[in-house]
């Protein structure tokens, strides 16, 4: 396939952009080029007016949350998790996670996310994985394991060896699976739901097969000091003293951190997911971005959870990192290819995922085509900022993910959008009622 006459931006090189044509060939990149003319039988896919750019990359989500959106507003972290999330995610059955995970990865792709690292729940893993092989986004993902009390309804707490044991079940399944697009993580949720026991549990499990880290770290101030009540240090130490840091780990948040927390992080080599959108609506706090990346710590952006954001979008995410900082560090303080750049290739870093991120030959080809349909990246000018700042998921109009195009002209090819908005609703209505939100 020729995708033809686009703005490319390869991001292999900051600030770069030229008018050219991108060959696949299978499920990589073949060649860049300024003018490659198309070959006998190949397909083209038009880009004229548009961008095209490497898929992005979100380093943190939930979708299994889908169902709770716009149901859970006004709440700082420990009550939401506890009067909104955990009785949501105990309320769900198979079928509620199904529908939730095709809503969410469907508007994932839409949005022109072609890989994510998600946390599920405590029940129905194989649903999610199932979703992401259908839909055909890159996925990383892991059942999020629970084994200590502060409020979290008795069917999310399970038995330390047991949910361990499942999650071993769990990748040894999917990990490889859907020609090589979904990866298994060790998801515990965070210090406070889990023991000792389990986070070690975890890091053995993870490092006997390697798979991926995912926890959330300093997230909230009251959960910070909680924490260092519970173990007399800060989170991301504590964390690293049970062995959870290094190349394999990406901590969501990294908001409240001791001033030699970011010396270790940068030390490990410990990925941290960059999630302003959420951090904002629960009045988390700002993690410190430029100084995060001023450290050498890899970074990577993510939406979190649809009730706590309220979207996936990657625009949302871009235009606050490029925009948020400003108020600490003046109006320099992140430009728009940096965030390009954390949305695309330094997150598939942080994800582990090698030859993702650019535009460049034997690369895999993950890759969006924008079009100028958001009218606030008219007029043109700089390619990065018209994304980042005036971008939006309607500007979305091809994605591929692995060669494939799951995307065209806005319409997703590998679900029935109306079934699963439908079913979405269906599930969710339910869901708040059972919970007596209705
Ligand atoms: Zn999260």
Not at 36 to 47: F, K, N, S, T, W
Not at 56 to 73: E, I, K, M, N, P
Request: glycine fraction near 12%; include cysteine.
């Amino acid at each position: 396939m020729l995708i033809q006459g686009g703005t490319l931006l390869p991001l292999t090189e900051k600030g770069r952009s030229f008018a050219g044509d991108v060959r696949l060939a299978g499920n990589r990149i073949s060649e860049v080029g300024e003018h490659l003319p198309p070959q006998r039988g190949e397909a083209v896919l038009d880009a004229r007016d548009c961008y095209v750019l490497p898929g992005f990359v979100q380093t943190h989500v939930h979708v299994v949350q889908s169902l709770a959106r716009h149901r859970a507003d006004g709440l700082e972290l420990l009550d939401w998790l506890s009067q909104r999330i955990w009785p949501y995610e105990a309320a769900l059955d198979v079928e509620d996670v199904a529908a939730a995970a095709r809503l969410g990865i469907a508007e994932l792709l839409t949005g022109g996310t072609t890989s994510a690292l998600d946390m599920g729940t405590t029940h129905s893993q194989d649903a999610i994985f199932q979703a992401a092989e259908q839909l055909g986004i890159r996925f990383i993902s892991g059942k999020c394991h629970m084994d200590d009390g502060l409020g979290a309804p008795e069917r999310l707490c399970e038995d330390t060896g047991a949910s361990l044991a499942e999650a071993e079940e769990l990748g040894r399944r999917w990990h490889g699976a859907g020609g090589g697009r979904l990866r298994y993580a060790v998801a515990p949720r965070f210090v406070l739901s889990c023991t000792p026991a389990l986070m070690k549990g975890a890091v053995a499990l993870a490092r006997r097969h390697g798979w991926l880290l995912h926890t959330h770290t300093s997230e909230n101030h009251r959960e910070t000091e909680l924490v260092r009540q519970r173990t007399g240090t800060g989170n991301v130490t504590y964390l690293s003293e049970l062995g959870i840091g290094g190349q394999d780990t990406v901590l969501a948040h990294c908001i409240h951190l001791d001033e030699d927390e970011y010396a270790l992080l940068a030390e490990e080599g410990t990925g941290v997911a960059h999630c302003p959108g959420a951090n904002l609506k629960l009045a988390s706090g700002v993690a410190d971005l430029p100084r995060l990346l001023a450290a050498g710590i890899r970074v990577g952006l993510g939406a979190d959870g649809p009730p706590c954001n309220n979207r996936l979008s990657i625009f949302h995410e871009m235009a606050l990192a490029g925009t948020l900082h400003n108020l600490r560090h003046g109006a320099t303080a992140i430009d728009p290819w940096t965030v390009l750049e954390l949305a695309t290739w330094r997150g598939a870093q942080v994800l582990g995922l090698e030859q993702v991120g650019q535009l460049a030959p034997g690369w895999l080809a993950d890759i969006v085509v924008l079009g100028h349909d958001a009218w606030a990246m008219e007029p043109g000018g700089d390619p990065a900022a018209a994304i980042v700042f005036g971008g939006g998921p309607e500007a979305v109009r091809h994605v591929i993910v692995d060669g494939q195009v799951v995307v065209r002209d806005r319409r997703l090819l590998t679900g029935d959008t109306a079934e699963i908005r439908r079913r979405a609703r269906t599930r969710a209505q339910r869901v708040a009622a059972k919970l007596g939100w209705i």
